[in-house]
């Protein structure tokens, strides 16, 4: 069983930047791949960016490539997701998710932890 915890969240204007972390239990962390969601009321949940265990290759959703930077620290059992040039659209809950694979994906469904999410508002 994992558990995962978001962070870092808030209100921030537009063009401003927030770094999210989420912090896992348990001591295989180096061996799910992990990824953040986002879900904007009334929208479905859509993938932001994924990484493998190791954290050598990244996978980015287009909408935020070039803006958002995801990252991990394996020995302190973190990922992060530095979020710059933020714009209203990317209002959201956002979560982040383990996968028991070291191979990263976008298909939330074959996630199988979530943390309970983290409120980012970017007002215009």
């Known amino acids: 069983q994992v558990q995962l915890v978001e962070s870092g969240g808030g209100l921030v204007q537009a063009g401003g930047s927030l770094r999210l972390s989420c912090a896992a239990s348990?001591?295989?962390?180096?061996?799910?791949?992990m990824g953040w969601f986002r879900q904007a009321p009334g929208k479905e949940r859509e993938f932001v960016a994924a990484?493998?265990?190791?954290?050598?290759?990244?996978l980015y959703a287009e909408s935020v490539k070039g803006r958002f930077t995801i990252s991990r620290d394996n020995t302190k059992n973190t990922v992060y997701l530095q979020m710059n040039s933020l714009k209203p659209e990317d209002t959201a809950v956002y979560y982040c998710?383990?996968?028991?694979?070291?191979?990263?994906?976008?298909?939330?469904?074959?996630?199988?932890?979530w943390g309970q999410g983290t409120q980012v508002t970017v007002s215009s």
């Open positions: 990484i493998t265990g190791s954290g050598g290759r990244l």
């Open positions: 348990g001591r295989t962390f180096s061996r799910y791949a």
């Open positions: 998710a383990a996968r028991t694979t070291p191979m990263y994906s976008s298909d939330y469904s074959s996630y199988d932890y």
